[in-house]
């Protein structure tokens, strides 16, 4: 499903095609002067997850992290920057993202699935 925004809810869980998507999202990405681009691709009450795309060279921002997530690289390299450390991270990798100030860096065209946890309310 590409154009939809399933819940991050079992009893309705409709599959993401997320070779598609991060096919799309890299294109859109290189045609943006900040070489990035995002969807969101599950959004619950306590589960979210984003795609995101990011030509080399380019960069998310820093910004603060989120109670519980990863990142998981799909295609190509990323580096993961949170205060003094640094990981780089290839295609096929995981790594729980730490509580801290962090951003993330493209050493070539990039494509990462952000999965968010929330406490429950």
Do not use: Y
């Amino acid at each position: 499903m590409l154009g939809g925004l399933p819940l991050a809810d079992p009893q309705r869980a409709e599959p993401v095609d997320l070779e598609a998507l991060a096919r799309e999202l890299l294109q859109e990405a290189t045609e943006r002067p900040n070489g990035l681009r995002t969807r969101p691709v599950i959004r619950g009450p306590q589960q979210h997850a984003v795609l995101f795309a990011l030509r080399a060279g380019s960069r998310l921002p820093e910004h603060e992290a989120p109670p519980a997530a990863t990142i998981q690289v799909l295609r190509g390299e990323a580096v993961l920057v949170a205060g003094e450390e640094r990981w780089v991270l290839q295609a096929g990798e995981l790594l729980p993202i730490p509580p801290v100030r962090h951003h993330v860096d493209a050493a070539t065209d990039t494509v990462c699935l952000l999965t968010i946890c929330r406490p429950a309310a």
